[in-house]
């Protein structure tokens, strides 16, 4: 990652906002948070499961702890979501609905190879050890 301080500002707030807009789906699965899910609607196992992902994985991003396998794993579950849930309503994004999960599939695939990037523990961490951060330039 280049040295530029815009450049570093930019990738930690992508970073940080995308782990708590990832964060507000699972928090309204598990814990009701939000308004809660809709009267009738039925929490499946897989619903389940990507809640928790949302609920663990979005603060892990947004704190960047583990930053490339937690980005890998939610850009998995972003992709699976977009396929299973959106795709059947129509192929483009902006028919379906999908944007937001086509989106954040995307910035976590560029997270876990990008890494966590300033202003994160994986940073911080990898400083401590005296080692120096994998930088993409």
Known sequence: MTHDPLTRAT???LRIASGLIFFCPGALKIFGWFGGMPAGFELTPLLRTAGW????GGPLLMLGLFT????????????????????????WPVQNNGQPAALLCFIFLFLSAAGAGPLSVDEWLAKRRGLRAPRVD
Do not use: D, K, T
């Open 53 to 56: 992902m949302e609920v663990i």
């Open 68 to 91: 490339r396998p937690v980005a890998f794993l939610c850009s998995g579950e972003m992709a699976v979501a977009y396929f299973h849930s959106h795709f059947p309503r129509g192929f």
């Open 11 to 13: 990738h930690a707030l």
